[in-house]
């Protein structure tokens, strides 16, 4: 038995595997009425537990899947580079499936920072997928940048990749090891905070999932830039669909300068809170309130 067998599901739901392009999926659902899907963020420990206080909030009236993206927690991590097409893929088909689950019910879905864009995505190629998006924390409206290289197009140094990732010293993997020390995971969330107060619960989970085979395959992609989009701009653009953008006040995660580009749009919605990166972890209740004043918002849109 190695390590990923050890692992526990960070919630306590329901436990799906979906086979996907990218290897299998881990879904976790819970709860029961209208569906909602939940996509954590991305960095080097990530996995559903970030998105766990929205997870058990909405089981009390959803249907709540959450998911474990390629690479991540107790989905398939295979040995090799991950890409966006992979990350938007893994959306697309959990979307679709609880979709298949909920014939003729909207389907609402909530991204987490670098996740936000693959949610983006997949709402612009596929369109009536999603009856609103969420965007928490989202990356992609940094002041002073400009994302509107051809579609597709990412911020992929790929000399940085090919020395991450070639035989012999192992760079990536030593480099993984260090960010994935339990005193730097607790550094890196205390700056997603913007404090010393952290959820204890998802540090630990964190730290936990370091040692699965294959672990650093995803998070060296994202050191890469393999998974940030350089046209992202283009696709905020192009939704149609009710957004609603939510972000905090503190921490390193609050230049949104770049949201003059769709703050004024009609179906775009905006709310600042007084919180670090992630506010549900904070104030779950006037997160909650937000988001059911958006949806609400939402359904009265023409």
């Known amino acids: 038995m190695d390590e990923s067998d050890r692992l526990p599901k960070p919630l306590n739901a329901d436990l799906h595997m979906l086979n996907g392009t990218a290897g299998a999926v881990a879904v976790y659902a819970g709860g029961s009425g209208p569906p909602v899907v939940l996509v954590h963020s991305i960095n080097a420990l990530a996995s559903a537990a970030e998105v766990r206080p929205l997870f058990d909030a909405l089981r009390q009236g959803n249907s709540v899947y959450a998911i474990d993206l390629p690479g991540y927690g107790l989905s398939e991590r295979l040995p090799r580079a991950y890409s966006v097409a992979d990350m938007c893929n893994a959306v697309r088909l959990v979307a679709q499936w609880v979709a298949h689950m909920h014939p003729s019910q909207p389907l609402q879905a909530i991204g987490v920072s670098l996740s ?38 990412t911020l992929f140094m790929a000399g940085f990749d090919r020395f991450l990732r070639r035989p012999g010293p192992a760079w990536g993997r030593f480099l993984f090891r260090q960010l994935s020390r339990p005193s730097v995971v607790r550094y890196f969330l205390r700056r997603t905070w913007g404090g010393q107060q952290i959820d204890e619960t998802l540090w630990a989970y964190a730290v936990r999932t370091a040692h699965v085979p294959h672990a650093e395959q995803a998070p060296l992609s994202f050191l890469s830039g393999g998974l940030f989009s350089a046209d992202i701009h ?35 919605h905006v709310t600042v809170m007084q919180t670090g990166a992630m506010p549900y972890f904070e104030d779950i209740d006037a997160f909650m309130a937000a988001y059911r004043s958006f949806l609400s918002r939402a359904a009265t849109r023409p």
């Open 116 to 153: 936000c864009e693959f949610l983006a995505r997949e709402a612009m190629q596929t369109p009536g997928l999603f009856n609103t998006i969420a965007l928490v924390s989202p990356t992609g409206f940094r002041g002073g940048k400009t994302l509107r290289q051809p579609h597709g197009s």
């Open 234 to 268: 283009n696709v905020y653009e192009s939704l149609n669909l009710p957004v609603w953008v939510v972000h905090g006040t503190r921490g390193d995660f609050t230049d949104y300068c770049a949201l003059a580009l769709v703050r004024d749009r009609p179906h775009w």
